[in-house]
């Protein structure tokens, strides 16, 4: 069964002090590893996917890095705005493309 | 549309009434997921369409639950005799695979409580 874990849980920072993220993932085959934001009220807002190990994305003040065994986001410079809770999850393959999803870090930045 | 929509927004019902929740997926997409989103929990996998195939109803906690798609279009989930514990965000979420490889978009989701 595959096995999503966040940390922190929460994550206060002040405006400009720069952060990651942590997932760890326990699957048995890696296919895709997805990042997402969600805003109180409001829908997963996807971010990035992240496919093979050595992988980065960027965008904005936002980078996410894989390796086989976890994934960060790393938060440069973060803005108040960026505050939000932050959900990875995974997909392992299989007939459907469902996710599994973690607990999520919530982000609070503070100006 | 532009992204995925749901209906309702908010929905409050009395223990063991039945609910009908809507989802309308980005239009082209020929996936559909519905996830459930307890209080401090990661969003739970619910139920998988895609096209013209058998549903994956693996992930429906019990034989309350059920949900129907109308060919690549809408979507509704069906709970019938709401319990406290299905209090929870029913999210929905479409997406287009092209070459082994897709992404998908949720939804802004219904927040239910059964009372």
């Known amino acids: 069964e595959d096995q999503v874990t966040q940390s922190p849980e929460a994550l206060r920072l002040q405006e400009g002090e720069s952060s990651s993220l942590n997932c760890s993932y326990t699957?048995?085959?890696?296919?895709?590893l997805f990042w997402y934001r969600q805003d109180p009220g409001k829908g997963p807002e996807f971010l990035f996917t992240?496919?093979?190990a050595g992988e980065e994305k960027e965008k904005e003040r936002l980078k996410a890095t894989l390796t086989k065994k976890e994934s960060f986001l790393h938060i440069t410079a973060p803005k108040p705005e960026d505050s939000a809770t932050y959900l990875c999850?995974?997909?392992?393959?299989?007939?459907?493309?469902?996710?599994?999803f973690g607990k999520g870090t919530l982000l609070t930045v503070n100006p | 549309g532009a992204g995925v929509s749901q209906s309702p927004s908010n929905k409050v019902t009395e223990k063991g009434k039945d609910v009908e929740l809507r989802c309308d997926p980005i239009?082209?997409?020929?996936?559909l997921y519905w996830y459930r989103q307890r209080l401090g929990q990661g969003l739970e996998f619910l139920i998988y369409?895609?096209?013209?195939?058998?549903?994956?109803k693996s992930g429906l906690p019990s034989d309350r639950f059920s949900a129907e798609r109308t060919g690549e279009s809408v979507s509704t989930l069906t709970i019938q005799r709401t319990q406290q514990e299905d209090s929870a965000v029913y999210l929905c979420?479409?997406?287009?695979?092209?070459?082994?490889?897709?992404?998908?978009?949720f939804g802004p989701g219904t927040r239910l409580l059964v009372l």
């Open positions: 699957v048995s085959g890696l296919r895709g």
């Open positions: 999850a995974v997909y392992s393959g299989g007939s459907n493309y469902k996710l599994t």
């Open positions: 979420a479409s997406s287009l695979v092209i070459g082994g490889q897709e992404t998908q978009y």
């Open positions: 239009s082209g997409h020929t996936a």
């Open positions: 369409f895609q096209g013209n195939s058998a549903p994956d």
């Open positions: 992240l496919y093979s």
